[in-house]
């Protein structure tokens, strides 16, 4: 199966850059999501990746190293808005032709001013 | 507003009760999704569904069971309820069985078993 890893919680300044890192097992990889959560509410499509290096998207970035099983997510110029918590997830190998995804517990993040 | 519908926003029901949480995806998706999501295990799949057949299983209690109806809205039926299923369940749609691009998730249904 796969494991996915996050830390808890982190907390950084308005304006500042932050980076949440996720780590996942390598036996089979198709691919790599990250997504937005607000406290109660629908998760939010950020990001997917598949292939090694960084994925640019405005303010918000995406890293994938298949080979070190490790991606991050980067957050620039934060605001207070980005607190939220962050998902990591993988497609499951086992179930490659499927949407499938196996989510990491999250990153809650905390923007102070 | 995502585009996908889920109804009931917020349901309490008692122990052993049964209840169905609908899903209407977007327009022009075909596969439909259920995810759990409580404090303790975050989100969990439950199961997929592709223009009306089943694509793939997650650890979907024996107790639950879904469907999706020619119209593509689904179903997902929580029956012999108890205080452990009380979570956020969400639906999610895309228009392939396996999206690279994530799929969109609803606003969710808050269960609450007392």
Redesign the interface.
């Known amino acids: 199966g796969q494991n996915i890893d996050q830390p808890t919680e982190m907390t950084a300044t308005e304006g500042a850059i932050v980076q949440i890192n996720c780590t996942y097992q390598t036996s089979g990889f198709n ?1 790599l ?1 990250w ?1 937005q959560q607000h406290a ?7 990001s ?1 990746n ?1 292939l090694d290096g960084l994925e640019e998207k405005g303010r918000f970035s995406s890293f994938l190293s298949r080979s070190k099983g490790y991606s991050y997510l980067l957050l620039k110029e934060l605001q207070m808005k980005d607190s939220a918590s962050y ?1 990591c ?1 993988v ?2 190998p086992r ?12 990153t809650t993040l905390q923007v102070k001013p | 507003d995502s585009g996908v519908t889920q109804t009931p926003k917020h349901l309490i029901t008692a122990t052993g009760q049964r209840v169905t949480l609908r899903c209407s995806p977007r327009s022009g998706d075909l596969s439909v999704y259920w995810y759990q999501q409580s404090l303790d295990q975050g989100l969990q799949f439950l199961i997929q569904y592709y223009n009306g057949e089943e694509r793939a299983k997650g650890n979907i209690l024996e107790r639950f069971s879904a469907q999706q109806f020619p119209d593509l809205h689904s179903e997902l039926n929580l029956s012999s309820l108890e205080l452990g299923d009380s979570a956020l369940y969400f639906c999610a749609s895309s228009v392939e069985s396996s999206p690279n691009y994530g799929y969109t998730f609803g606003s969710g249904t808050r269960l609450t078993v007392v």
């Open positions: 691919g999501f997504y109660g509410e629908a998760p939010t499509f950020l997917y598949v998902l997830a497609t499951d179930l490659s032709n499927t949407g499938k995804l196996i989510f990491g517990q999250g």
